[in-house]
Nanobody
């Protein structure tokens, strides 16, 4: 089970941090990632991190603004989002998958329920 937290309303240029707590004993064996879905749009990849946190991958829209990290001792993955703009408004989903590479193709084993991020102009 994946449970996201940290969403909310922020002004353009602001920052927001998301957390995703996972249950189970095999957290470190999964790559973890964040996806988002804006109204009327398809769900899209944002960022992913390998099981040991060594490999990361970002969507072009997130690169240089967002940072994904994980703490395997806490079974938690994070997404720090900086320089937010209205185009970042979406429901953000935490996900678990086999590898960073497969997660970028939306090959996902588990999804969280999502958390709303709204960026005001």
């Amino acid at each position: 089970q994946l449970v996201e937290s940290g969403g909310g309303l922020v002004q353009t240029g602001g920052s927001l941090g998301l957390s995703c707590a996972a249950s189970g004993r095999t957290f470190s064996s999964y790559a973890m990632g964040w996806f988002r879905q804006a109204p009327g749009k398809e769900r899209e990849f944002v960022a992913a991190i390998s099981g040991k946190g060594i490999i990361t991958n970002y969507a072009r829209s997130a690169k240089d603004r967002f940072t994904i990290s994980r703490d395997n001792a806490k079974n938690t993955v994070y997404l720090q989002m900086n320089s937010l703009n209205p185009e970042d408004t979406a429901v953000y989903y935490c996900a678990a998958g086999a590898t960073v590479a497969t997660m970028t193709t939306l090959s996902i084993s588990y999804w969280g329920q999502g958390t709303q991020v709204t960026v005001s102009a």
